[in-house]
């Protein structure tokens, strides 16, 4: 009975504090619940933050479109040269590794009995002509006498069959005399092309033999011009054909092919091995069906003899140019199975996923459709975009484009100086 009072009153104590609570808390319009405040806040630490990322900028330019192949170095024109005559050798006017011109008399030979018959032939014609000369002063006696009636017509036939005789006769002579000529002049090498000479194989005083099929007295390989043989993919062969093909008036257009030299001195630029230009000369007239491979030449100046003979060098065919191109770091392009996307900088810097056709792949650029020159394409840190996430733009750190662009800039501001310095001493 004694619990029931301090129960009531335990009761009364809580409802009276419940009530004194709900008269505190604020009830004007603008009053915010704890509950809601706590929301507002964990609602504000949720927004995400602005992700860090690497641009470059689409630039336009001109891309040439090339086939790219291993070559060698090859001679237009190489001769070996051996005698034509069984004699020996009396000079030897040539060295090892000489540079030769065309018609340069390199060895001469023992010429004495080839002399003799030369003279030989010429007496038989001084004698033959002698005679001949001497049967057409007959004839002519015969031919008078005929027409005053004091021989007959037999002995003028007779005076002009000698002479017919007679002047075969010498004309036999003048082509022993000039096949004594042909062999006499055996006995002089010339020769017959400007090149470099190889390892002279004959010494004074050795016996040469004509046709021989031994080893070569010298050998003359041409290095200007010169030529560099590779061979092209057969799916390369419809655009060089193209390239090839000659125009409504006829003409063909040479293309333009460059040779890297491996281990040769660079210039001021690292990026690139110097480089020789020349244009296509020779494509086959059949595919290899072994290799799936056809045949091709290019021919170059070579002044400085840059190229060798055997050489081994790459070679670049340039079939077109692509004007005014969109051209991309491929780093920044995104692969999804036949797709090519990108993500580019929005005008409220956010992530914008844009789907690109790439057209072609040059080094570590790329040219592609769907772009404009001017945007800012993510090149770091795209792994970890979605499409609308907020970005903080600052250049790559790796841009592939940079030398290149410091590079066009510093010719650019080079030819400026040139033309000022020009435009000043005129003035002066």
């Known amino acids: 009975?004694?619990?029931?009072?301090?129960?009531?009153?335990?009761?009364?104590?809580?409802?009276?504090?419940?009530?004194?609570?709900?008269?505190?808390t604020p009830t004007e319009p603008g009053a915010t619940p704890p509950a809601a405040g706590a929301a507002s806040a964990a609602g504000g630490k949720g927004t995400p933050a602005p992700q860090a990322v690497g641009v470059v900028t689409v630039q336009r330019q001109d891309v040439p479109v090339s086939i790219e192949a291993a070559g060698t170095v090859a001679t237009l024109q190489s001769?070996?040269?051996?005698?034509?005559?069984?004699?020996?050798?009396?000079?030897?006017?040539?060295?090892?590794?000489?540079?030769?011109?065309?018609?340069?008399?390199l060895f001469r030979f023992d010429d004495r009995t080839d002399r003799a018959n030369l003279d030989k032939a010429r007496a038989q014609l001084a004698r033959d002509?002698?005679?001949?000369?001497?049967?057409?002063?007959?004839l002519q006696r015969a031919q008078d006498l005929l027409r005053q009636n004091f021989v007959a017509q037999s002995a003028v036939d007779t005076a002009l069959t000698n002479v017919e005789s007679l002047r075969a006769l010498v004309q036999s002579d003048e082509a022993a005399v000039q096949a004594a000529q042909v062999s006499l002049s055996y006995n002089e090498l010339r020769a017959p092309l400007s090149g470099r000479a190889g390892l002279v194989n004959a010494m004074?005083?050795?016996?040469?033999?004509?046709?021989?099929?031994?080893?070569p007295l010298l050998n003359i390989a041409q290095l200007s011009p010169i030529g560099v043989s590779f061979v092209v993919p057969e799916t390369q062969l419809q655009p060089l054909l193209a390239a090839v093909r000659p125009d409504a008036d006829g003409k063909t257009e040479a293309l333009d092919v460059q040779v890297s030299l491996p281990g040769a001195p660079r210039g001021k630029?690292?990026?690139?091995?110097?480089?020789?230009?020349?244009?296509?000369?020779?494509?086959?007239?059949?595919?290899?069906?072994?290799?799936?491979?056809?045949?091709?030449?290019?021919?170059?100046?070579?002044a400085g003899q840059q190229l060798w003979p055997g050489q081994y060098v790459r070679v670049r065919l340039t079939l077109r140019t692509l004007k005014n191109a969109v051209v991309v770091p491929q780093?920044?392009?995104?692969?999804?199975?036949?797709?090519?996307?990108?993500?580019?900088?929005?005008?409220?810097k956010t992530a914008q996923l844009k789907t690109v056709q790439l057209r072609y792949g040059f080094g570590?650029?790329?040219?592609v459709e769907g772009l404009e020159a001017g945007e800012q394409v993510v090149l770091e840190g795209k792994q970890n975009l979605r499409p609308g996430t907020p970005l903080k733009v600052q250049p790559a750190a790796v841009d592939p484009g940079r030398a290149q662009r410091a590079d066009t800039a510093a010719s650019a501001a080079s030819a400026a100086n040139a033309v000022s310095a020009v435009a000043s001493g005129a003035g002066a």
């Open 1 to 24: 009975m004694r619990r029931t009072p301090v129960v009531a009153t335990v009761l009364l104590l809580i409802l009276a504090a419940a009530a004194w609570r709900w008269k505190s």
């Open 79 to 105: 001769v070996d040269l051996r005698a034509q005559t069984t004699s020996t050798v009396r000079e030897v006017l040539v060295k090892d590794g000489q540079m030769v011109s065309k018609g340069q008399v």
């Open 129 to 138: 002509r002698a005679s001949l000369a001497d049967a057409e002063r007959q």
């Open 204 to 215: 004074p005083g050795a016996l040469v033999q004509a046709n021989a099929t031994a080893t």
């Open 269 to 302: 630029s690292k990026s690139a091995e110097p480089a020789l230009k020349g244009h296509l000369g020779f494509v086959d007239n059949l595919v290899d069906a072994s290799t799936g491979t056809i045949k091709a030449r290019a021919e170059f100046d070579n």
């Open 331 to 348: 780093a920044a392009l995104i692969l999804r199975g036949a797709e090519r996307t990108l993500y580019v900088v929005g005008p409220d």
């Open 364 to 367: 570590d650029f790329a040219v």
